[in-house]
Structures are given as structure tokens and as C-alpha cells.
């Protein structure tokens, strides 16, 4: 993903905002909604709602523009509100995990040994591995890796201090790795 | 795990990254020489670092479009069949109103009160919105609307997973209601029963087999005009 520099431009764009200037709104929602969207489908995985969420995002952003107080950069901010709501997203939706096999029956698995969801490729095994991170490990992942966020940026958006960010990452990519061996079958 | 092995970790994907100035990295492998386990751990984090750089590397899964404002503003559906958390068209419909509001309010935007303050304003100043009644939703023909009543009670709807608020026009009134449904709760103002509240959202009419009322649904922002 390419990296947004965020400055003046955006402190002008707030500016024109708070001043009732349609077209700065829609600027911000052109020049971020692509990243936000990478950001949200990375951390929840499923397009139709992170339609919904990045919907929320813009409204909430649109809405807490004339309280920003331009102790961050517009896109950390705006990044902030996207990882909340996927946090609040995924709780909301949180269903006690019920194993398949004791839904379907024991033979399920010896139908279909493969299983139905195994990734079919190494990219979709990458992406698998990622979205079974624990939730904070895979913001880490995602921001550092994905969006080339600085340690400092992390820190802004998720509103810890940067050495517990470097911790969350060892963390992040040794479980990533676990993952990655899980899923391609490794021992 | 010593502190010299927790500290000098922090420093593990800098490291790999050669981003850690040369007396930090001399300093971790020195370290690593005499540190089994954090040899055993870097290794691992080296894997999961390459793992991750490939991640990054990977092209985004765009939609197929994203929303144009101006198919927005012009009021066309937002996706059919699926939940809106808040509808694509109430985006841009509350981007355009944000900038009537600020400039009418200057820079005090109702949306964002949950004060007293909003309770001095006129809703009609609210524009984007239009001032409603409850007993007026029957005959409502508008999308966007906020409107004023009692809160009868709030309740969670476990099939629906939402919460609800049944509004009415008087402190005792059960009729005429309209039910608000919050489908995203964080950052608004739960309001308790019996309190006075003001609604802003979309106006709907839920029919369902042995049910018929209409909703505010779903609801963008509360006001709370006195508890």
C-alpha cells in the first residue's frame, strides 16, 4: 500500500471541512478510503462487512472532524477510528465457537479430510494465517506490514507505547509463523 | 527470561530490518551468542518478519467500486440485502450536512452533542434532517429525520442483536411509539428510561408476520434533552 504523507495538505482539507467546504469532505474520502478499506479487510476478512464498517468509519470521522485537534495526523486518526471499529465489529459478533464435528457428526471430517476451507494457495495461506492472529497481534501485523506504519505511527494509532508495540510484534510474527506451519500442514 | 533478554527483544525486528543503530545491534549479538533461547526466538520472528513482508507485499482486494459522492448525494440505494451499519447514502448525506451544521452552529455540531446544549436548538436548524413526530411517521415520506420523544423503555433484541429504544410523544405514553434501532453503540449516549431524548436517523416501517411499527433504524445519534 502505498504511503500516504500526510501535512499542510490535510491540515487544509480539516481546515475547509470545519468551514462547511463539501468538497474537502469528499478529498478526505477519496484520498483515504482506499487505505482504510485495505486496513479493514485485512483485519476482519470478509468485503460485505467491511463495506459496513468503512461506511461507519467516514461517518464517524466526518462527524469528529471539528473536535480533531491536530495532535496526530489526519490518516493515524482516521486509522485510529477504522482499528475501534473493527475491535467493536468483531465483539459485537463474537458467537461462542461450537467445533463443526459436533455439529455435522464425526464422519464430517472423514469425508472431506481436506476440509472446505482449506486455503488453496500460499497467498490465501498467508492471508488465513493472518486473520488468526488474536486480534492485537494482527493490527500490529497489518499496520507494520501492510501499511509501512512506523513504530511512533503504531503507537498513535493504537494508543500504546511504542515498546509494547515492538513487543506485540515479536509476539505477532512468532504466532504468525506458528500459523503459517499450521496451515500448510508443517509439523 | 532475564531483563537484558526482554529489553533487547524489543529490538528483534529492527534488527532484521538493519534499522538498529550498530551499537544496539553489536550489543544483541553479543547477546544472541550467549542466549540459546533468544536465538531459538529470533529465528522464529525472523520467519514470521519474512511472512509478514510477503503480507505487505500482496495487492489490496478492492471492492469492486467504492461510492462516488455524487451517486451518493443523489440519493441512489446503498447495497441491497445487507445490513446497513450506516447506509452509504447517509455518508454523504451527513458529510454534506456537517458542512451546512458547522457553519450553521459554528463549528458545534448537534451531531456530536449530548448535552444540554442541543436541547436549546432548534431540530429545524438541523436541516439535513427533517423534524419529525412520532405520530407523523405514518404519513412520513422523507429518509432522514430526527425526531424528539420519552424513552419507554431500552431493551437488547438477542435474535437481532441490537439495541432498542422504545420512544413515545408523552412521559406515560405507550401510543403512537416508534422503536430506535442502535446497530452500533460505541460512541453514542444510552439514555435511560423515562428521559427525553432526540433521534437522528432513518425513518423506516418494519413489517414483520404478527408485527408492524415504524423504526428509526438505524439511529446516528442521540441526544439526551433531560434525564
Not at chain 1, 494465517?129 to 501499511?147: G, N
Not at chain 2, 459554528?106 to 436548524?125: C, E, H, I, T, W
Not at chain 2, 420512544?167 to 435511560?192: K, M, N, Q, W, Y
Request: proline fraction near 6%; charge should be positive; include cysteine.
Amino acid at each position: 500500500m502505498a504511503r500516504i504523507v500526510p501535512g499542510d495538505r490535510d491540515k487544509g482539507l480539516i481546515l475547509a471541512a470545519r468551514r462547511g467546504d463539501e468538497e474537502a469532505f469528499r478529498e478526505i474520502y477519496r484520498t483515504y478510503r482506499e487505505p482504510v478499506w485495505s486496513v479493514i479487510l485485512s483485519l476482519i476478512g470478509d468485503p460485505l462487512q467491511a463495506q459496513d464498517i468503512l461506511q461507519t468509519v467516514f461517518f464517524k470521522a466526518f462527524r469528529g472532524l471539528a473536535g480533531f485537534r491536530f495532535r496526530s495526523a489526519l490518516f493515524t486518526w482516521i486509522y485510529r477510528i477504522a482499528c475501534n471499529e473493527c475491535r467493536n465489529h468483531l465483539r459485537r459478533r463474537a458467537v461462542p465457537a461450537v467445533p463443526l464435528e459436533d455439529i455435522l457428526g464425526s464422519r464430517y471430517e472423514a469425508d472431506d479430510e481436506q476440509g472446505p476451507d482449506r486455503p488453496r494457495t500460499r497467498t490465501d495461506a498467508l492471508k488465513s494465517a493472518v486473520l488468526a492472529l488474536p486480534f492485537k497481534m494482527r493490527e500490529v501485523v497489518v499496520l507494520r506490514y501492510q501499511e509501512d506504519l512506523s513504530y511512533e505511527e503504531m503507537s498513535r494509532v493504537l494508543g500504546c507505547p511504542p515498546g509494547t508495540i515492538a513487543s506485540r510484534l515479536n509476539r505477532a510474527l512468532v504466532e504468525l509463523e506458528s500459523q503459517i506451519r499450521r496451515i500448510e500442514g508443517c509439523p | 527470561m532475564s531483563l537484558s533478554c526482554r529489553i533487547l527483544r524489543r529490538g528483534f525486528v529492527p534488527y532484521l530490518e538493519g534499522e538498529l543503530r550498530p551499537g544496539r545491534a553489536g550489543r544483541l549479538e553479543r547477546h544472541l551468542a550467549g542466549c540459546g533461547e533468544c536465538r531459538t526466538l529470533i529465528e522464529r520472528v525472523r520467519a514470521g518478519h519474512e511472512a509478514g513482508r510477503r503480507f505487505g507485499r500482496l495487492s489490496a482486494d478492492l471492492p469492486p467500486r467504492f461510492p462516488a459522492f455524487e451517486e451518493l448525494a443523489a440519493g441512489r440505494p446503498a447495497r441491497r440485502g445487507l445490513r446497513p451499519a450506516v447506509a452509504v447514502p447517509a455518508l454523504v448525506s451527513v458529510a454534506a450536512a456537517l458542512a451546512a451544521i458547522l457553519v450553521i452552529s459554528g463549528g458545534d455540531s448537534p451531531l456530536r452533542s449530548r448535552d444540554s446544549a442541543a436541547a436549546s436548538r432548534d431540530v429545524k436548524a438541523d436541516g439535513a434532517f427533517t423534524p419529525l413526530a412520532i405520530r407523523e411517521f405514518a404519513t412520513n415520506s422523507r429518509n432522514r429525520i430526527v425526531t424528539e420523544g420519552y424513552v419507554h423503555n431500552v431493551y437488547y433484541d438477542k435474535e437481532e442483536r441490537t439495541l432498542h429504544i422504545k420512544l413515545a410523544e408523552g412521559p406515560r405514553d405507550t401510543e403512537p411509539f416508534v422503536i430506535c434501532e442502535i446497530r452500533d453503540a460505541s460512541g453514542l449516549t444510552i439514555p435511560r428510561e423515562g428521559s427525553r431524548i432526540r433521534v437522528y436517523g432513518t425513518a423506516r416501517f418494519d413489517a414483520q408476520p404478527g408485527r408492524g411499527w415504524h423504526e428509526v433504524n438505524p439511529v446516528m445519534e442521540i441526544a439526551v434533552l433531560n434525564r
